[in-house]
């Protein structure tokens, strides 16, 4: 009884990738054709095995599918073999019509619901674990050093590897053992991929406040700067120089009230507003008494 539920599962699980297949993928039609017989192979034996899961009903229904869907088939290889390849992919893709029809009858057997939820979980499994290489990598590149988590992305392929082969030959129960485990892993390795993030950022931060440090220092020199300037000019006569450089100096420092408000509100957009007017000023202040 094992034995024949393992193969059921098995089946259950090529009928669902048959449903998957296109009409159409691309590539020679003779390819096509070729594999849509397999695939229609597969699923006749998927439904034949099927008749012991259902009710007389859904038995007399696949019967009569396969009476109608058979003869199609034959004519289809017949086709291929005469070179007809258009007309065999049309008698194919009619055939397997007819098997899809009778398969809505079994989306409630148990076997099936439950592969179909594991395949679901693994595809799912295989997305995050891609969305985790990518932030992996985009931590790399800034410098971190990002091996043990690498490695850890190799376990959890490695495992979903597995489950995917043990779903395959129907062994639902070790499916969902590794699928656990790759889980487990992907947790392990977000929670790193956070921690490392953080630490990034907290560097990054420091860096940028470095900066600030810097151009606020900068910026006090010129206002001292200009305030000296502004003076000899007056001295001089030159008044509407002198009112230039003032002008310029209480622009300075109205930037640097701004920018320090900013910063404690954290307002970060208004910040790089304020940085980027200040170095304005500031380049105008280093030609000022050259």
């Given amino acids: 009884m094992r034995a024949k539920s393992a193969v059921v599962m098995a089946l259950a699980v090529s ?13 020679r039609k003779e390819d096509l054709v070729n594999r849509l017989l397999r695939s229609y192979d597969n699923l006749k034996t998927f439904l034949q095995n099927m008749k012991g899961e259902v009710n007389e009903t859904t038995v007399q229904r696949i019967d009569e599918a396969i009476s109608r869907a058979d003869p199609l088939v034959e004519e289809a290889r017949k086709d291929l073999s005469s070179g007809n390849v258009d007309d065999a992919l049309e008698k194919l893709k009619e055939a397997l019509s007819i098997m899809r029809d009778v398969l809505k ?6 076997v099936i619901k439950e ?17 985790a290489r ?9 410098g971190a050093d990002t091996s043990s988590l690498e490695g850890r992305l190799e376990e959890i392929k490695s495992l979903l590897d597995e489950a995917k082969s043990l779903l395959i030959s129907g062994d639902l129960n070790l499916t969902k053992n590794r699928l656990e485990e790759a889980r487990s892993l992907m947790k392990e390795v977000y929670q790193g991929i956070k921690d490392m ?56 420092e109205g930037a640097l009230v701004s920018l320090r408000t900013h910063l404690k509100n954290g307002q970060k ?3 790089i507003e ?8 500031l380049k105008i202040c280093r030609r000022i008494g050259r």
């Avoid at 009928?15 to 590539?27: H, K, N």
């Avoid at 009858?105 to 148990?110: A, F, R, Y």
Wanted: charge should be positive; charged fraction near 35%; include cysteine.
């Fill in 15 to 27: 009928m669902i990738a048959i449903l998957a297949v296109p009409a159409y993928a691309g590539g």
């Fill in 105 to 110: 009858d079994l989306k409630e057997v148990e």
């Fill in 115 to 131: 592969a179909t939820r594991l395949r679901i979980a693994l595809e799912r499994m295989y997305g995050i674990l891609e969305r």
């Fill in 134 to 142: 990518f932030a992996i990598n985009s931590l790399k590149r800034k």
């Fill in 197 to 252: 993030s953080r630490e990034y950022l907290n560097l990054a931060r420091e860096k940028v406040f470095k900066r600030i440090k810097i151009i606020e220092g900068a910026a006090e020199r010129c206002v001292v700067k200009l305030d000296i300037v502004g003076e000899r000019l007056r001295q001089a006569n030159k008044t509407d120089s002198a009112n230039k450089v003032i002008e310029l100096k209480e622009k300075i």
């Fill in 269 to 271: 957009d208004l910040v």
């Fill in 274 to 281: 304020d940085i980027r007017e200040l170095m304005r000023y």
